[in-house]
């Protein structure tokens, strides 16, 4: 009996194995190495902590930012998703939640249709030292710390956004910056700020 549920098992893990690679070659394609990076090395990389709480706030006082928190997967291209107004914030829930190992991103707009406000149209006044904070669903706050900020060009390889292997917790901001594309729908630039969680 014991050698019979052994090999059920076996089979069962098996192919669960081939189950994922075939779901990662279709959900992941080959023109967004960035976003796989971020699976695979937050996942498998580093050591897992008690995970923090789901997060649901962001606050940025230096420059008037208090939002909601959306949760975003992955768009229909293999990129990361983006909040559906101009309001909220959102984080990208396949990988690391803010506090827990790893490089937490979370998105926002710039530059909303018919000059409406956007939740980072501000976002570059930010600077090195600078606090972020996160409230989670049971009402405690995490503090990050600004170390820097960083443009990218749309279309430029920026994996280091998602993906960190230092061993410690970071949240990474990303917003849209540059010119309006008209044709592409598009900024022409990236603005990511890189952020520390703050040592207690």
């Known amino acids: ?3 019979e549920i052994s090999s059920k098992w076996f089979w069962v893990i098996v192919s ?10 279709i959900l992941f394609p080959d023109d967004a190495p960035s976003i796989r990076s971020v699976i695979y090395s937050n996942n498998l990389n580093y050591p897992k902590p008690i995970r923090s709480e789901l997060p649901v706030r962001l606050k940025i006082p230096k420059i008037n930012i208090d939002s909601a928190l ?6 229909f291209d293999g990129t990361m998703d983006i909040p ?8 990208f ?8 190992i ?11 249709k ?7 149209d501000n976002l570059h006044k930010l600077q090195e030292g600078d606090k972020i904070y996160i409230e989670d669903e049971k009402g405690a706050t995490i503090t990050f710390v600004v170390r820097e900020l960083r443009r990218y060009g749309a279309k430029e390889y920026a ?8 061993g410690l917790p970071h949240l990474n901001l990303i917003t849209c910056e540059g010119v309006w594309n008209k044709t592409e729908k598009s900024y022409s630039d990236r603005l990511v700020v890189f952020t520390d969680k703050e040592i207690e």
């Open 1 to 3: 009996m014991k050698a």
């Open 16 to 25: 669960g194995v081939f189950i994922t690679l075939f779901l990662t070659i």
């Open 70 to 75: 959306e949760y975003v997967g992955l768009a």
């Open 84 to 91: 559906k107004g101009p309001d909220d914030a959102a984080w």
């Open 93 to 100: 829930n396949i990988g690391p939640r803010p506090g827990d």
């Open 102 to 112: 790893g490089s937490a991103v979370v998105s926002g707009h710039y530059g909303w």
């Open 114 to 120: 018919n000059e409406i406000p956007a939740v980072f």
């Open 159 to 166: 994996s280091d956004v998602f993906n960190s292997n230092d």
